[in-house]
């Protein structure tokens, strides 16, 4: 056998071992920054269905998830808390946003967290053609790859408003995606735009009551003109609460 075809066999091997790694890394939550540096190459099977609830891959579970983002202001300060408490989230980002902050993407994927689709510029999908709803799709999935060394390709997509049809899902399945929606709407979208401890109370009550095995917590890490504060500095107890029950923290299909 010559050298070239050995070489050639040896570089497929290793194409084949970066391709099984990438495909756990950033979904895992034992990843780190070497994950970053390469592609994920493949998702697991779509789910046919909307996935509201994280599905009981264990007895307890819970995902935290960030819309919106990311945002210069309000995404490092959560990823800081994440980081501290050992967690891993789940970050549903604009294709708008993850163009104009690539160094936000790189560093949530960086930490081990998951990035899924939230469309390019937050439309109600549910009003656009399908033509319309591919383009936000694949912008947004543009976007967030070019951010990341060796490409990234999310998993999951979660409609703007949670506003979807049959046509977004059958869509979001054939880019190899879930869509995601939520259990708990923690309501932080409707923040004053100060701190406030009676709101921040508010926030963690949607998050944690009623309890529930499985809840898939819907908060906010963006959105121009929006103030994050009262989210930020909710999410201590909201972790707190779920860690101190025996909850494990999963992305929106329960790994």
């Not at 979904?27 to 592609?39: D, H, L, N, T």
Request: glycine share 6%; hydrophobic share 40%; aromatic share 8%.
């Amino acid at each position: 056998m010559s050298r070239r075809i050995i070489r050639l066999a040896a570089a497929l091997v290793g194409a084949t071992v970066i391709s099984a790694v990438t495909a756990i890394g950033p979904q895992g939550s034992s990843a780190g920054p070497a994950a970053a540096e390469a592609a994920i190459v493949a998702c697991p099977t779509p789910k046919s269905f909307v996935v509201s609830t994280v599905p009981a891959t264990v007895s307890k579970s819970v995902a935290l998830t960030f819309d919106d983002g990311p945002s210069p202001r309000w995404t490092p300060q959560i990823l800081d808390i994440l980081k501290a408490n050992n967690v891993k989230a789940t970050f549903f980002m604009l294709g708008q946003n993850a163009r104009t902050y690539p160094s936000l993407v790189r560093r949530v994927v960086a930490e081990g967290h998951t990035v899924g689709n939230h469309s390019y510029s937050h439309p109600d999908m549910a009003t656009l053609s399908r033509t319309s709803q591919a383009s936000q799709l694949d912008s947004a999935r543009r976007y967030i790859s070019a951010a990341v060394t060796g490409g990234y390709a999310p998993c999951f997509f979660r409609p703007p408003f949670g506003s979807y049809n049959a046509t977004t899902v059958r869509l979001a399945r054939e880019r190899g995606m879930s869509t995601v929606t939520w259990s708990r709407d923690t309501r932080d979208w409707t923040t004053p735009l100060f701190i406030s401890a009676s709101f921040q109370r508010s926030i963690v009550l949607r998050a944690t009551s009623p309890l529930s095995a499985h809840p898939d917590i819907l908060m906010h890490d963006g959105s121009p003109g929006n103030y994050r504060q009262n989210t930020v500095n909710s999410l201590q107890r909201i972790i707190t609460f779920y860690k101190t029950r025996g909850y494990r923290f999963t992305n929106p299909i329960g790994r």
